[in-house]
């Protein structure tokens, strides 16, 4: 693909965060797969979170950090939120299902993609979360044909 559609945010605090979610939120089509990028503490969870409540979810969001991955049915959608950051081998990845999860129809959300790199589907928006002296910047980047569908969404 020539171009990658790019969209900066900046978040001065969870409010911010909660605003951009749900914008990114309605440009999300099903089988999206999300690469969630940033230092431990950077917002991804919190992301996430902001992602669901612009759904209107209404229960508890919490890092899958010890179970790897929790689901979500919001609004009639589907969501995977995968934390990596405790996997120990990218095998652990294929031993536990979760290439089921890609079935096309869930949206998929994944922290710390690296750590099962080669066993992921290719990721439609890399988001990154960067610390700023005030606050974060969200920088996301289409890489797909469904990336770039979503990404124009977002730009209008």
Do not use: N
């Given at each position: 693909?020539?171009?990658?559609?790019?969209?900066?945010?900046d978040l001065a605090?969870?409010?911010?965060?909660?605003?951009?979610?749900?914008?990114?939120?309605?440009?999300?089509?099903?089988?999206?797969?999300?690469?969630?990028?940033?230092?431990?503490?950077?917002?991804?969870?919190?992301?996430?979170?902001?992602?669901?409540?612009?759904?209107?979810?209404?229960?508890?969001?919490?890092?899958?950090?010890?179970?790897?991955?929790?689901?979500?049915?919001?609004?009639?959608?589907?969501?995977?939120?995968?934390?990596?950051?405790?996997?120990?081998?990218?095998?652990?990845?294929?031993?536990?299902?979760?290439?089921?999860?890609?079935?096309?129809?869930?949206?998929?959300?994944?922290?710390?993609?690296?750590?099962?790199?080669?066993y992921l589907p290719?990721?439609?928006?890399?988001?990154?979360?960067?610390?700023?002296?005030?606050?974060?910047?969200?920088?996301?980047?289409?890489?797909?044909?469904?990336?770039?569908?979503?990404?124009?969404?977002?730009?209008?």
């Open positions: 693909m020539p171009h990658h559609s790019r969209f900066v945010a605090d969870e409010a911010a965060t909660l605003a951009v979610a749900g914008r990114l939120v309605q440009a999300m089509q099903p089988g999206l797969v999300v690469y969630l990028q940033g230092d431990l503490g950077a917002g991804k969870t919190t992301l996430v979170r902001g992602l669901l409540r612009a759904l209107g979810y209404a229960g508890r969001v919490k890092s899958p950090t010890y179970t790897l991955l929790e689901s979500y049915s919001v609004a009639g959608r589907e969501w995977a939120h995968f934390d990596l950051y405790r996997m120990q081998d990218a095998e652990e990845w294929d031993a536990a299902g979760f290439r089921d999860e890609f079935d096309g129809t869930k949206i998929l959300l994944i922290e710390w993609p690296d750590k099962a790199a080669g290719p990721a439609d928006w890399v988001v990154t979360l960067v610390r700023m002296d005030e606050g974060r910047q969200l920088q996301l980047v289409a890489q797909s044909e469904l990336g770039e569908i979503c990404g124009h969404a977002l730009q209008s």
